[in-house]
């Protein structure tokens, strides 16, 4: 009888375990409150209201003053972008801002598309919201949100945006794409309490997307859209039908990605490295220190003391630019920074690049977009999404200038469902602006993937 009940319990253990182990984690959070005060006793208004860029005589003369009155400081002979934004470069892109670069005409060019604001958790926030003009005959279009990073806006997106929800093969799926700013960038308002992190971002657009009827939908982001999108995943994964990032450094690494960084230069068949991966991950002091060490010094700054350089940044124009467009430089391609112009205009045109800037000067948002470091890197890297799966079906596609490369052995670690894994033929850390065409192709390659499995 004893050895009867012991089995019994064995099994039953067993089977408790292996359920509790196939269970789907469901990341937990609360509804927040970052607007000023104390919420009204009324509750939020809810409405969505059209929005439009705007400028004005008064915005550019204060500009053109600011840039007039700014102090250049000669680059070092022979110094290219190794030291920074090179000076003699900066003072040609500023000359071009002050004479040549038509504010006005991008403002137009910005509300092209349908800009938008609602109010959630106490923060209006901004998206824009584009429908397709033709749906072909018993077809729906895919509701698609897309978030994007730092330095970065909702601005990155409007090459792509196009070819998603107007597509030219008529094979193609057809995307309604909504395209928030993260609170605290661009034209969302910035929260007014301390603690405002991914989550909460996440937290925020699923009310957003939930708010514009969509019951289920797809997310796409990169740098700081990666980490809200995979938040998203984790806090609905029944409401995100699939998820498409085209970053995804390993927070975590376990057991299996620290024998494959040690042992993967001499045995890279054994962990599935290939000659894609290999040039990407070695040398190992290069490539996981050396390289970290020059391009992360924002990182602490913005992680620790945002508000201090932030006012700095927030007054000066051409300070700016040079804090911005530098890393548009150097995280499109490592090798921009042995050339004097930074190959600023390789993959942007000066027009795109000053536009981006713009939204950060005009909507003066550069010390609460610094902010998102300091309120994500403050909880500490063990935060319960960094150590959880997602296990939404998921697509990565690795472009080769990448700040962090991703073997697909190291993605899987934290993406259990990962239906494509792709090698990008180029581009960098800005691919959805630098490279649109092969974005779209990538996102529309998942999906319609995904959507044949869920026939």
């Given amino acids: 009888m004893f050895t009867e009940v012991l089995v019994a319990l064995v099994i039953g253990g067993l089977i408790y375990f292996l359920v509790q182990r196939s269970r789907?984690?469901?990341l937990k959070t609360k509804d927040?409150?970052?607007?000023?005060?104390?919420?009204?006793?009324?509750?939020?208004?809810?409405?969505?209201?059209?929005f439009k860029v705007t400028t004005s005589d008064e915005e550019l003369e204060?500009?053109?003053?600011?840039?007039d009155q700014t102090r250049p400081v000669p680059s070092l002979e022979d110094s290219q972008f190794h030291y920074g934004f090179n000076s003699q470069c900066l003072q040609k892109v500023v000359s071009y801002w002050r004479n040549d670069f038509d504010w006005r005409k991008q403002v137009d060019k910005l509300n092209q598309y349908p800009h938008f604001k609602t109010t959630i958790e106490g923060i209006g926030v901004h998206y824009l919201h584009v429908k397709p003009q033709k749906v072909p005959e018993g077809s729906t279009a895919i509701p698609l949100i897309m978030v994007h990073g730092w330095p970065g806006s909702f601005y990155e997106f409007y090459r792509l945006i196009p070819l998603l929800?107007?597509?030219?093969?008529?094979?193609?799926?057809?995307?309604?794409?909504?395209?928030?700013?993260?609170?605290?960038?661009?034209?969302?308002e910035a929260p007014h309490?301390?603690?405002?992190?991914?989550?909460?971002?996440?937290?925020?657009?699923?009310?957003l997307m939930q708010r514009l009827g969509f019951q289920q939908f797809y997310a796409h982001g990169g740098d700081w859209g990666w980490l809200i999108t995979n938040n998203m995943a984790q806090l609905g994964p029944k409401t995100v039908k699939g998820l498409h990032i085209n970053f995804a450094?390993?927070?975590?690494?376990?057991?299996?990605?620290?024998?494959?960084?040690?042992?993967?230069?001499?045995f890279p068949k054994l962990f599935g490295f290939t000659d894609f991966d290999i040039p990407r991950l070695y040398p190992l002091l290069e490539k996981f220190v050396v390289e970290p060490v020059k391009e992360s010094g924002y990182?602490?700054?913005?992680?620790?003391?945002?508000?201090?350089?932030?006012?700095?940044?927030?007054?000066?124009?051409?300070?700016?630019?040079?804090?911005?467009?530098?890393?548009?430089?150097?995280?499109?391609?490592?090798?921009?920074?042995d050339l004097e112009d930074g190959g600023l205009t390789r993959k942007f045109s000066l027009d795109d690049l000053l536009t981006n800037v713009m939204i950060y000067w005009t909507s003066g948002c550069i010390i609460s977009s610094m902010r998102f470091y300091k309120e994500n890197f403050a909880k500490g890297l063990n935060q319960p999404h960094a150590k959880m799966p997602v296990y939404v079906p998921t697509g990565l596609a690795c472009f080769p200038n990448e700040l962090m490369h991703t073997p697909k052995l190291w993605a899987k670690q934290k993406y259990h469902n990962l239906?494509?894994?792709?090698?990008?033929?180029?581009?960098?850390?800005?691919a959805a602006m630098e490279e649109p065409q092969l974005m779209a192709e990538d996102i529309q390659n998942f999906i319609k993937i995904v959507e044949e499995k869920k026939k």
């Avoid at 239906?419 to 800005?430: C, D, K, L, Q």
Wanted: charged share 20%; hydrophobic share 35%; aromatic share 10%.
């Fill in 62 to 67: 204060d500009l053109y003053r600011r840039i």
């Fill in 249 to 266: 450094p390993t927070s975590k690494p376990g057991l299996s990605v620290t024998l494959s960084i040690m042992l993967g230069q001499r």
């Fill in 419 to 430: 239906i494509t894994y792709n090698p990008m033929a180029r581009g960098g850390h800005f």
């Fill in 165 to 188: 929800t107007e597509p030219s093969d008529p094979s193609d799926l057809v995307f309604e794409v909504v395209c928030p700013s993260i609170p605290g960038y661009g034209f969302s």
């Fill in 299 to 337: 990182m602490h700054i913005q992680a620790t003391k945002p508000d201090t350089v932030g006012r700095g940044l927030n007054d000066s124009p051409v300070g700016l630019a040079a804090y911005i467009l530098e890393k548009f430089s150097t995280w499109t391609n490592p090798d921009f920074r």
């Fill in 24 to 26: 789907t984690q469901v």
């Fill in 193 to 207: 309490k301390k603690g405002f992190d991914s989550v909460c971002a996440a937290h925020i657009f699923h009310k």
């Fill in 32 to 50: 927040g409150w970052w607007g000023a005060g104390a919420p009204p006793d009324g509750g939020e208004d809810i409405t969505i209201r059209p």
